[in-house]
C-alpha cells in the first residue's frame, strides 16, 4: 500500500507538533532548524553510502516513490519527525524534572 507510510509519518509528524505546540510553548520554532537539518545531512549521507552500496533496500510495496540512489521519498520526513521528537522528548524531561526538583515551590492547590 504505498502512501500509508507516508501517512503515517506526516500523521505522526503533526501529532507532535501540535502537543509540542500546546504543551511546550517555544519548542517549535527557528531554533528547532539546527538540529533537524543536522539530522538530514548526516544520516541522509550515510543512507545514500547505504543504498548505493546495496545495505539497504525498501520495498516499492510501501514506498511512494525512490530517489537515486534508492533513498525513499518518505525518509527526509522520517528523519526529520525523529529529530523533532528527539527535541521535544528532551525538552518534556527539563519541565518534568525542573518541575521535580526538590525545594521547588509547589503552587497551592486551593488557590
Not at 502512501?3 to 502537543?19: C, D, E, M, N
Not at 533513498?71 to 518534568?96: G, K, T, W, Y
Request: without cysteine; neutral net charge.
Amino acid at each position: 500500500m504505498p502512501g500509508l507510510y507516508l501517512a503515517a509519518i506526516l500523521f505522526s509528524l503533526a501529532g507532535v507538533s501540535l502537543l509540542a505546540r500546546r504543551f511546550l510553548p517555544g519548542v517549535i520554532g527557528p531554533r528547532l532548524v539546527r538540529p533537524v537539518v543536522a539530522v538530514l545531512v548526516v544520516f541522509l549521507a550515510f543512507d545514500a553510502v547505504g543504498a548505493a552500496r546495496g545495505w539497504f533496500a525498501s520495498s516499492p510495496d510501501w514506498v511512494v516513490a525512490q530517489a537515486p540512489p534508492g533513498i525513499p521519498l518518505e525518509e527526509p520526513l522520517l528523519l526529520a519527525f525523529l529529530a523533532l521528537f528527539s527535541v521535544v522528548v528532551r525538552e518534556a524531561a527539563a519541565v518534568l524534572l525542573d518541575e521535580a526538583r526538590p525545594g521547588r515551590a509547589v503552587p497551592d492547590a486551593d488557590a
